[in-house]
């Protein structure tokens, strides 16, 4: 009896070591990348992506956005919700995340006419990441397109394109420069024709260690129209964290 006991206990323990190690195997396989926001347009917008590893040759992949904790508080809360795939390219070097996202408020569905509803816009997207152990490049590129018409009589929906690119050099262990270009272009939508938006282009210097970081760009509007796009100087300043 005493010997079965002891059978037991074993087993019980092996299988509890099983479970650990089982779960920090599903652990490993789910990351997080949380991101802090600030710039001169959008003002506070905090990003969250998920990717889980499907132990294939892609990842799924899931993104969201409050755009409503700054200047989308007036686009009906404005906030996006996304998921794709994801793969790697060039050795590991490039990173490619196809995504598909939808928004919620009012900004395409009404042009901030109405209250904001769920389903507001489409946004397919692309993202691509180059990180080697000297340099450092992302591009996106984005179309927000209306997927309801909820704009009063002679109202309007909106459609817009929102792409950057930047690209960096890893001067010192935890220290980089480079140089980032964004453009928001609206693109026109019912009873709205196309306008510029802003061309933003500047250096940025970011300071990281390990999968924590911060990074800080400025530099100029490059759009010579006095619309309500255009801003004088540009700032970003964004803070990261991976986990």
Request: proline residues 2%; aromatic residues 18%; contains cysteine.
């Amino acid at each position: 009896m005493k010997r079965t006991l002891i059978h037991l206990t074993a087993a019980a323990a092996l299988s509890g070591v099983a479970c650990s190690m089982v779960n920090a195997q599903d652990d490993d396989r789910l990351s997080m990348d949380v991101s802090m926001n600030l710039d001169s347009f959008f003002g506070f917008n905090p990003f969250v992506g998920v990717t889980y590893d499907t132990e294939k040759d892609y990842d799924l992949t899931f993104y969201g956005i409050a755009w409503g904790a700054g200047t989308g508080a007036d686009w009906g809360q404005w906030t996006e919700f996304g998921f794709g795939v994801g793969f790697e390219a060039m050795d590991g070097a490039l990173y490619i995340n196809p995504q598909l996202g939808f928004t919620q408020g009012n900004l395409l569905s009404s042009g901030t006419a109405d209250d904001g509803i769920v389903g507001d816009g489409i946004v397919p997207n692309l993202t691509v990441n180059y990180d080697t152990e000297e340099w450092e490049g992302e591009f996106y590129f984005g179309w927000y397109k209306d997927l309801r018409d909820e704009a009063p009589a002679g109202g309007t929906t909106l459609e817009y394109i929102h792409y950057w690119g930047n690209y960096g050099y890893r001067f010192a262990d935890y220290f980089s420069v480079g140089l980032h270009f964004e453009e928001l272009e609206l693109r026109g939508g019912s009873n709205a024709s196309s306008q510029d938006g802003y061309q933003w282009l500047g250096p940025y210097f970011q300071v990281a260690k390990g999968d924590a970081g911060m990074r800080f760009s400025a530099g100029w509007d490059l759009t010579s129209d006095n619309d309500s796009f255009s801003t004088n100087d540009f700032y970003k300043l964004q803070f990261f964290y991976s986990f």
